[in-house]
């Protein structure tokens, strides 16, 4: 364990009082976990300030307070005060010092994007895996330490949960450990004091506008991370979304390029797509990749040359990538014994939900129709969901409005504002059901053999929270009960 003085390496100081030689015994953001000896760092949040805890701290026998401006009493013979420009940030740069800096230990490369970061980082975790290595997986979906599953609740863990997580990633032997990005974590400085040996952009499209009000911000977010990445990475950009160059403009990376379309590092070519999979050519040679769709093609783009930046053989990646299977919950099929087909995707922003729905057009090989059933999420960006209700129409034959995660919204309410983004033309396709359950027993019992039924939203989770509380619910459980599988 080391003193307070050299775990404030990297840490924007202002002033400091006290001792500096204590050495801490734990460290937290929440002053209900404060153990005797330990570390809180009061960071100022959007529901409650942690600068209003200060004192709590101290009664549980914090030994150093980090903050950005000092309480009305100061005792420094009671604990060490550090004063720190961003107290977020700071609680990163402590967090990686506090655990050794495990991500120095490890090979560790970022995903961000609006679209893709689980399936990308789900895939280099196989890959990797497949290729003889222990690896880690930090995702939205689920964290592994090698074989291991530890259940994820955010995108990116806060910094604290995060180091431990993949100093627990060292001790068990790993050498390889791949994470999603979010925006939200960027800007709240989760992945502050991490050392990344690689940064990938899948791409931008509108999402988390009720957190990041712009596009501006939103695009800034995103950006920050490249910005911050060290020059001995290299940095992985899409240049076929308009964002792909602008993510790299001030990196002190290595910047790389891939691309189905412009000129590129790493080139790739959409060959043909069927319910099981893709074909691609990938600088020159095939490969089979086991995920439809032309935007699948681009996750697997970024896995090639993502192993092959970090040293793998390029033959060898392609074996390996062959033999690989998407992330739960992403264009994750089911085929009842009648011969219809249902899709179960994350899809909850409008280019999602148009990437997928693109695709599965693109598989009709005749009159099969495309039934959906999406919602869009409460308390979340209210301006993506007539585009959503737009884009679902647009490419389905028939859609059914339906609830998804309404929080503390009425599902009506959300599946109006859908609804009003449809053209007046296209209305007659909708249905309007607010219960999932039975939106998705209806749009079933209304296929016929060869139709494809997509249920958007949802993906991998195995929750509904409506009203606050979260009932279990699982689109893909659903859809079994309802075939009889």
């Given at each position: 364990?080391?003193?307070?003085?050299?775990?404030?390496?990297?840490?924007?100081?202002?002033?400091?009082?006290?001792?500096?030689?204590?050495?801490?015994?734990?460290?937290?953001?929440?002053?209900?976990?404060?153990?005797?000896?330990?570390?809180?760092?009061?960071?100022?949040?959007?529901?409650?300030?942690?600068?209003?805890?200060?004192?709590?701290?101290?009664?549980?026998?914090?030994?150093?307070?980090?903050?950005?401006?000092?309480?009305?009493?100061?005792?420094?013979?009671?604990?060490?005060?550090?004063?720190?420009?961003?107290?977020?940030?700071?609680?990163?740069?402590?967090?990686?010092?506090?655990?050794?800096?495990?991500?120095?230990?490890l090979t560790l490369a970022g995903v961000t994007g609006t679209n893709g970061k689980t399936t990308i980082a789900t895939l280099l975790y196989q890959l990797f895996t497949g290729l003889g290595y222990k690896t880690g997986l930090l995702s939205t979906v689920e964290n592994r330490i090698g074989a291991e599953v530890v259940p994820a609740t955010h995108t990116t863990p806060d910094p604290v949960a995060l180091n431990k997580l993949l100093a627990t990633m060292v001790e068990q032997g790993c050498t390889?450990?791949?994470?999603?990005?979010?925006?939200?974590?960027?800007?709240?400085?989760?992945?502050?004091?991490?050392?990344?040996?690689?940064?990938?952009?899948?791409?931008?499209?509108?999402?988390?506008?009720?957190?990041?009000?712009?596009?501006?911000?939103?695009?800034?977010?995103?950006?920050?991370?490249?910005?911050?990445?060290?020059?001995?990475?290299?940095?992985?950009?899409?240049?076929?979304?308009?964002?792909?160059?602008?993510?790299?403009?001030?990196?002190?990376?290595?910047?790389?390029?891939?691309?189905?379309?412009?000129?590129?590092?790493?080139?790739?070519?959409?060959?043909?797509?069927?319910?099981?999979?893709?074909?691609?050519?990938?600088?020159?040679?095939?490969?089979?990749?086991?995920?439809?769709?032309?935007?699948?093609?681009?996750?697997?783009?970024?896995?090639?040359?993502?192993?092959?930046?970090?040293?793998?053989?390029?033959?060898?990646?392609?074996?390996?990538?062959?033999?690989?299977?998407?992330?739960?919950?992403?264009?994750?099929?089911?085929?009842?014994?009648?011969?219809?087909?249902?899709?179960?995707?994350?899809?909850?922003?409008?280019?999602?939900?148009?990437?997928?729905?693109?695709?599965?057009?693109?598989?009709?090989?005749?009159?099969?129709?495309?039934?959906?059933?999406?919602?869009?999420?409460?308390?979340?960006?209210?301006?993506?969901?007539?585009?959503?209700?737009?884009?679902?129409?647009?490419?389905?034959?028939?859609?059914?409005?339906?609830?998804?995660?309404?929080?503390?919204?009425?599902?009506?309410?959300?599946?109006?504002?859908?609804?009003?983004?449809v053209a007046i033309s296209a209305r007659k396709k909708l249905l309007r059901e607010p219960d999932r359950r039975i939106a998705i027993e209806k749009a079933l019992a209304m296929a016929t053999p060869g139709d494809i039924v997509l249920i958007a939203g949802k993906g991998h989770e195995t929750y509904q929270e409506i009203a606050g509380v979260k009932h279990p619910f699982d689109d893909r459980v659903e859809v079994r009960r309802v075939m009889g599988l």
């Amino acid at each position: 364990m080391l003193p307070i003085s050299e775990l404030l390496y990297g840490v924007r100081l202002k002033q400091t009082a006290g001792a500096m030689d204590r050495v801490p015994t734990a460290i937290t953001q929440d002053s209900r976990r404060v153990q005797p000896g330990g570390i809180f760092v009061a960071v100022p949040g959007t529901l409650a300030d942690g600068h209003a805890y200060i004192t709590k701290a101290l009664e549980l026998g914090a030994a150093v307070i980090v903050c950005e401006h000092l309480p009305a009493q100061v005792d420094e013979y009671e604990a060490t005060y550090v004063v720190v420009e961003d107290s977020a940030d700071a609680l990163g740069h402590l967090a990686a010092g506090f655990y050794g800096h495990p991500s120095r230990k490890l090979t560790l490369a970022g995903v961000t994007g609006t679209n893709g970061k689980t399936t990308i980082a789900t895939l280099l975790y196989q890959l990797f895996t497949g290729l003889g290595y222990k690896t880690g997986l930090l995702s939205t979906v689920e964290n592994r330490i090698g074989a291991e599953v530890v259940p994820a609740t955010h995108t990116t863990p806060d910094p604290v949960a995060l180091n431990k997580l993949l100093a627990t990633m060292v001790e068990q032997g790993c050498t390889h450990a791949f994470m999603e990005v979010s925006s939200h974590a960027v800007v709240q400085r989760r992945i502050a004091g991490l050392d990344f040996n690689g940064a990938i952009f899948s791409n931008l499209t509108r999402d988390h506008l009720d957190f990041h009000r712009t596009m501006a911000n939103y695009i800034k977010a995103k950006k920050r991370f490249f910005d911050e990445v060290g020059p001995g990475a290299f940095a992985l950009t899409n240049v076929d979304d308009k964002q792909g160059r602008v993510m790299v403009q001030n990196t002190h990376a290595r910047i790389k390029t891939y691309a189905l379309e412009a000129p590129a590092d790493y080139k790739g070519r959409f060959m043909a797509a069927s319910v099981q999979g893709s074909e691609l050519e990938i600088d020159g040679r095939q490969v089979w990749l086991s995920l439809p769709g032309r935007f699948n093609a681009y996750n697997g783009m970024a896995v090639y040359a993502t192993a092959v930046e970090l040293g793998e053989p390029a033959d060898e990646v392609l074996r390996v990538l062959s033999t690989l299977r998407g992330a739960p919950g992403r264009f994750e099929t089911i085929t009842s014994a009648n011969a219809i087909t249902a899709v179960v995707d994350y899809a909850h922003t409008p280019d999602a939900l148009k990437n997928v729905l693109e695709t599965i057009n693109d598989l009709r090989q005749g009159q099969e129709r495309i039934i959906t059933v999406v919602g869009a999420g409460g308390d979340r960006d209210p301006g993506k969901r007539p585009e959503m209700g737009a884009m679902a129409a647009k490419l389905s034959d028939k859609v059914i409005l339906t609830a998804d995660n309404p929080r503390s919204e009425d599902p009506a309410t959300i599946i109006d504002q859908m609804a009003g983004g449809v053209a007046i033309s296209a209305r007659k396709k909708l249905l309007r059901e607010p219960d999932r359950r039975i939106a998705i027993e209806k749009a079933l019992a209304m296929a016929t053999p060869g139709d494809i039924v997509l249920i958007a939203g949802k993906g991998h989770e195995t929750y509904q929270e409506i009203a606050g509380v979260k009932h279990p619910f699982d689109d893909r459980v659903e859809v079994r009960r309802v075939m009889g599988l």
